[in-house]
């Protein structure tokens, strides 16, 4: 039976094994306005399996399984999700604008992405700005004929047949990688045909408000040895506010991408010879990480958090038991130690576990909260890497929670004031709440008693009421082994990046077989909380690069003030003001050349985002004072040094912004 949820929230249950999506619809007597804006489905089946249900959007074409056991949630082009559609069918409205303009161009692979859609194209020489912008004109026209979607399947011999006529290399490549048995399908809108497996929108027409974005270079395969393609990258909405919206904070953000503030304001490198994905902190980096671990820390230890340093790598065994070996290997890095298997940490769980087990637990040192900057590696595919934010040695502000059932609801409760107040502090201050939970309609994929379940989701549930806090409820997105809350925040420029993280685990303290000795005198088992505030450092910094443009907050800005004297015959007293700052814990540093003026001095602090400028000459040597200037360009004026000082020590302690 497959439950079809509505637009309107409805759900209607329908029995139809084998039939088309779009002749189900036909037959469902739906109200015809509605029956005609519907372009496809999200499916998520309730078979059995561990981790996520598995997810897929289908367009009308899609046949319903022989064992329809189903939810599919019908989609119009404003429902969240539809973008994996027309972004999917934009992508091809692409490849044929470039077979029109550049008919030698080969086609490789097409797919929707996160924030709009990518093609590879093998030519024989790069994209121009101009040549996109001839093919968005291409596209226009696409889009205007509204050539509809249609689907056809074909066996594996006359594909290839196609294909070899069409001299399509890598549609051939990718045909002969299709497992045996697979349908082999086409779409065809125009002129055009793909060898694809969808899903689509159901004409080019659909969505009309889309932009190509950019073009860049991309091995076939990710893989250096193969060729290089070319990949124009596009987006699309289906309103034409979101495109703007979109544009406007693309441009935005490309102002403070973080891969070259990083560079100008010296905070991290990355160097081929050392491997992608591999993060050299650079000192003045060091120093807004030190401060942003320094602040975490002392709130952690307020709350009784106890610290830990554990191992970057363990014996097989370990992660067998885990489980990792069996759900997380492909991402695990592998080494040998005297012939034996031993894996590098892609978490940091296992470790805290032992640490627990190290000794017998009594239920009075309940909750235990052990946490670590837990550094830990994994082997994310070079092709999705991207600067801070997608990298393979990943730090964690990592945090496990041994607690009895009855702590829990106070456990979480404290995490989500912990994670506010830290996020708060650092100018996050709108968040979007996710709570996942179980499936109801099939509980039996979950490990774990339904007792605790029930109580660890009205834990969960129940803080977020108590605090008031808005939040998305979502049926079925629970991991496998426990509930969770996600905290998104939205930076300075609207962007939702996914942050605090607090998760129930009901399979570890099982297998590694943890318990505690209660009041009863009885062993019990424990439950285990996983929980991150800002989850990766690497990422969490990159982030906060460009949340703050660059522009640190003055108590974790790398340099805090820097001493300006205007002539030579002021190096004397500015190095002075430089001692005594330094000597009250202020970071700053004195810049003077006698080649360079004030003002080219001036600004290169303010390009280096210094907080504070001071600069001295005649009058403040003599009075004991600096002229103060703010990289805001405020001038505050002759300030007396000690007075200055004091100033800046407190709004430091404070953790003002400036
Ligand atoms: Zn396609
Ligand atoms: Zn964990």
Same mark, same amino acid.
Not at 146 to 160: D, K, L, Q
Not at 515 to 538: K, M, Q, V
Not at 550 to 569: E, K, M, S, T
């Given at each position: 039976?497959?439950?079809?949820?509505?637009?309107?929230?409805?759900?209607?249950?329908?029995?139809?094994?084998?039939?088309?999506?779009?002749?189900?619809? *036909?037959?469902?007597?739906?109200?015809?306005?509605?029956?005609?804006?519907?372009?496809?489905?999200?499916?998520? =089946?309730?078979?059995?399996?561990?981790?996520?249900?598995?997810?897929?959007?289908?367009?009308?074409?899609?046949?319903?399984?022989?064992?329809?056991?189903?939810?599919?949630?019908?989609?119009?082009?404003?429902?969240?999700?539809?973008?994996?559609?027309?972004?999917?069918?934009?992508?091809?409205?692409?490849?044929?604008?470039?077979?029109?303009?550049?008919?030698?161009?080969?086609?490789?692979?097409?797919?929707?992405?996160?924030?709009?859609?990518?093609?590879?194209?093998?030519?024989?020489?790069?994209?121009?700005?101009?040549?996109?912008?001839?093919? %968005?004109?291409?596209?226009?026209?696409?889009?205007?004929?509204?050539?509809?979607?249609?689907?056809?399947?074909?066996?594996?011999?006359?594909?290839?047949?196609?294909?070899?006529?069409?001299?399509?290399?890598?549609?051939?490549?990718?045909?002969?990688?299709?497992?045996?048995?697979?349908?082999?399908?086409?779409?065809?809108?125009?002129?055009?045909?793909?060898?694809?497996?969808?899903?689509?929108?159901?004409?080019?027409?659909? !969505?009309?408000?889309? *932009?190509?974005?950019?073009?860049?270079?991309?091995?076939?395969?990710?893989?250096?040895?193969?060729?290089?393609?070319?990949?124009?990258?596009?987006?699309?909405? /289906?309103?034409?506010?979101?495109?703007?919206?979109?544009?406007?904070?693309?441009?935005?953000?490309?102002?403070?991408?973080?891969?070259?503030?990083?560079?100008?304001?010296?905070?991290?490198?990355?160097?081929?010879?050392?491997?992608?994905?591999?993060?050299?902190?650079?000192?003045?980096?060091?120093? !807004?990480?030190?401060?942003?671990?320094?602040?975490?820390?002392?709130?952690?230890?307020?709350?009784?958090?106890?610290?830990?340093?554990?191992?970057?790598?363990?014996?097989?065994?370990?992660?067998?038991?885990?489980?990792?070996?069996?759900?997380?290997?492909?991402?695990?890095?592998?080494?040998?130690?005297?012939?034996?298997?031993?894996?590098?940490?892609?978490?940091?769980?296992?470790?805290?576990?032992?640490?627990?087990?190290?000794?017998?637990?009594?239920?009075?040192?309940?909750?235990?909260?052990?946490? %670590?900057?837990?550094?830990?590696?994994?082997?994310?595919?070079?092709?999705?890497?991207?600067?801070?934010?997608?990298?393979?040695?990943?730090?964690?502000?990592?945090?496990?929670?041994?607690?009895?059932?009855?702590?829990?609801?106070?456990?979480?409760?404290?995490?989500?004031?912990?994670?506010? /107040?830290?996020?708060?502090?650092?100018?996050?201050?709108?968040? %979007?709440? /996710?709570?996942?939970?179980?499936?109801?309609?099939?509980? =039996?994929? /979950?490990?774990?008693?339904?007792?605790?379940?029930?109580?660890?989701?009205?834990?969960?549930?129940? !803080?977020?009421?108590?605090?008031?806090?808005?939040?998305?409820?979502?049926?079925?997105?629970?991991?496998?082994?426990?509930?969770?809350?996600?905290?998104?925040?939205?930076?300075?420029?609207?962007?939702?990046?996914?942050?605090?993280?607090?998760?129930?685990?009901?399979?570890?303290? %099982?297998?590694?077989?943890?318990?505690?000795?209660?009041?009863?005198?009885?062993?019990?088992?424990?439950?285990?909380?996983?929980?991150?505030?800002?989850?990766?450092?690497?990422?969490?910094?990159?982030?906060?690069?460009?949340?703050?443009?660059?522009?640190?907050?003055?108590?974790?800005?790398?340099?805090?003030?820097? !001493?300006?004297?205007?002539?030579?015959?002021?190096?004397?007293?500015?190095?002075?003001?430089?001692?005594?700052?330094?000597?009250?814990?202020?970071?700053?540093?004195?810049?003077?050349?006698?080649?360079?003026?004030?003002?080219?001095?001036?600004?290169?602090?303010?390009?280096? *985002?210094?907080?504070?400028?001071?600069?001295?000459?005649?009058?403040?040597?003599?009075?004991?004072?600096?002229?103060?200037?703010?990289?805001?360009?405020?001038?505050?004026?002759?300030?007396?040094?000690?007075?200055?000082?004091?100033?800046?020590?407190?709004?430091?302690?404070?953790?003002?912004?400036?």
């Amino acid at each position: 039976m497959a439950i079809f949820k509505l637009p309107d929230g409805r759900r209607l249950e329908v029995h139809k094994p084998g039939a088309r999506l779009g002749d189900v619809l *036909k037959e469902l007597g739906l109200d015809p306005r509605l029956a005609k804006r519907i372009i496809g489905a999200r499916v998520r =089946s309730s078979s059995t399996g561990q981790g996520r249900a598995p997810e897929q959007y289908v367009d009308l074409y899609y046949r319903l399984p022989e064992d329809d056991s189903l939810e599919l949630e019908l989609l119009t082009p404003e429902s969240p999700g539809a973008e994996w559609l027309y972004r999917h069918s934009l992508a091809h409205v692409l490849a044929q604008a470039v077979k029109r303009l550049f008919p030698k161009a080969k086609l490789a692979i097409g797919p929707p992405i996160e924030d709009g859609f990518y093609y590879d194209f093998d030519v024989p020489r790069p994209f121009t700005p101009e040549d996109l912008q001839k093919i %968005e004109r291409e596209m226009k026209k696409i889009v205007e004929a509204n050539y509809p979607f249609e689907r056809f399947e074909v066996s594996r011999e006359e594909a290839r047949k196609m294909l070899e006529e069409a001299d399509e290399p890598y549609k051939l490549e990718i045909l002969d990688e299709l497992t045996e048995g697979e349908t082999v399908s086409f779409y065809k809108d125009g002129e055009f045909v793909d060898l694809c497996r969808g899903p689509h929108a159901p004409s080019t027409g659909l !969505v009309k408000h889309f *932009k190509l974005l950019d073009v860049a270079g991309a091995y076939w395969r990710g893989d250096e040895r193969r060729p290089m393609l070319q990949r124009i990258y596009g987006t699309a909405f /289906y309103r034409k506010d979101d495109l703007e919206r979109f544009l406007k904070q693309r441009e935005e953000a490309a102002k403070r991408d973080h891969r070259r503030l990083g560079r100008e304001l010296e905070l991290f490198a990355m160097e081929d010879a050392v491997g992608p994905g591999l993060v050299l902190w650079l000192p003045k980096g060091v120093v !807004v990480r030190r401060e942003l671990e320094r602040f975490e820390m002392e709130e952690h230890l307020k709350r009784g958090y106890q610290f830990v340093v554990t191992p970057h790598l363990g014996k097989a065994q370990l992660w067998e038991t885990s489980g990792h070996l069996a759900y997380y290997r492909e991402n695990m890095f592998k080494v040998d130690v005297e012939g034996q298997e031993y894996f590098v940490k892609p978490m940091n769980c296992p470790f805290h576990i032992m640490i627990y087990k190290s000794r017998t637990r009594s239920y009075r040192e309940l909750p235990l909260k052990l946490a %670590e900057y837990g550094t830990v590696y994994r082997n994310e595919r070079s092709g999705v890497l991207h600067g801070l934010l997608r990298v393979r040695m990943i730090t964690q502000d990592d945090a496990h929670i041994f607690c009895t059932p009855d702590q829990a609801e106070d456990v979480v409760a404290e995490v989500v004031e912990l994670a506010f /107040y830290l996020l708060g502090a650092l100018g996050f201050r709108d968040y %979007e709440i /996710y709570l996942s939970v179980r499936d109801p309609q099939n509980l =039996s994929k /979950y490990a774990g008693t339904d007792e605790d379940w029930a109580r660890a989701e009205a834990a969960l549930e129940g !803080v977020l009421n108590e605090k008031e806090l808005p939040y998305k409820r979502m049926e079925g997105e629970a991991q496998f082994y426990g509930p969770k809350i996600d905290v998104h925040a939205r930076d300075a420029i609207g962007r939702l990046w996914q942050l605090t993280t607090v998760q129930f685990d009901f399979v570890l303290p %099982e297998r590694f077989d943890c318990t505690y000795i209660a009041e009863d005198g009885r062993e019990h088992r424990p439950y285990i909380i996983h929980r991150a505030i800002f989850g990766s450092l690497e990422r969490f910094l990159g982030i906060l690069i460009e949340h703050y443009a660059g522009a640190f907050p003055l108590w974790l800005a790398p340099v805090q003030a820097v !001493v300006l004297p205007i002539a030579d015959r002021h190096v004397e007293y500015g190095l002075n003001v430089l001692n005594r700052l330094r000597e009250a814990g202020v970071r700053a540093e004195l810049s003077y050349s006698p080649h360079k003026t004030l003002s080219a001095r001036i600004r290169d602090a303010q390009l280096k *985002k210094v907080p504070y400028m001071l600069v001295v000459g005649d009058r403040e040597a003599k009075e004991g004072t600096v002229a103060v200037r703010l990289r805001t360009e405020e001038d505050l004026g002759p300030r007396p040094l000690d007075e200055l000082i004091e100033t800046l020590k407190r709004k430091i302690a404070e953790r003002a912004e400036l």
